[in-house]
């Protein structure tokens, strides 16, 4: 069974920082293509950030330079640093977890969320 749990959520003043966290059962870890998606009240999902399974990133343009990405492959988890908190950056944040076995065939998982809120 597969299991993405994210942590690390919570409330922040604006010019904070949060560290969340995604641990990862189930799948194979280092063979997934990593992401943190976010989704604001309102609003669509949208990416944050993705890691590939050798450690390239990839940012929205609205988080560079304040969020990064990491992953431990050793332990099956993913972070996102969070620096330099906006209130727009309010939203629950998703873990999500993607193997592509050919180009035909994907396999997507999702965390439930964690809420992070940025308040002034």
């Known amino acids: 069974q597969v299991r993405l749990v994210e942590s690390g959520g919570g409330l922040v003043q604006p010019g904070g920082s949060l560290r969340l966290s995604c641990a990862a059962s189930g799948i194979i870890f280092v063979r997934n293509t990593m992401a943190w998606y976010r989704q604001a009240p309102g609003k669509q999902r949208e990416l944050v950030a993705v890691?590939?399974?050798?450690?390239?990133?990839n940012y929205a343009d609205s988080v560079k330079g304040r969020f990064t990405i990491s992953r431990d492959n050793a332990k099956s988890m993913m972070y996102l640093q969070m620096n330099s908190l906006k209130p727009e950056d309010t939203a629950v944040f998703y873990c999500?977890?993607?193997?592509?076995?050919?180009?035909?065939?994907?396999?997507?998982?999702w965390g439930q969320g964690t809420q992070v809120t940025v308040f002034s």
């Open positions: 890691i590939t399974p050798g450690g390239n990133t």
């Open positions: 999500k977890a993607e193997f592509r076995s050919s180009p035909f065939s994907v396999a997507e998982y």
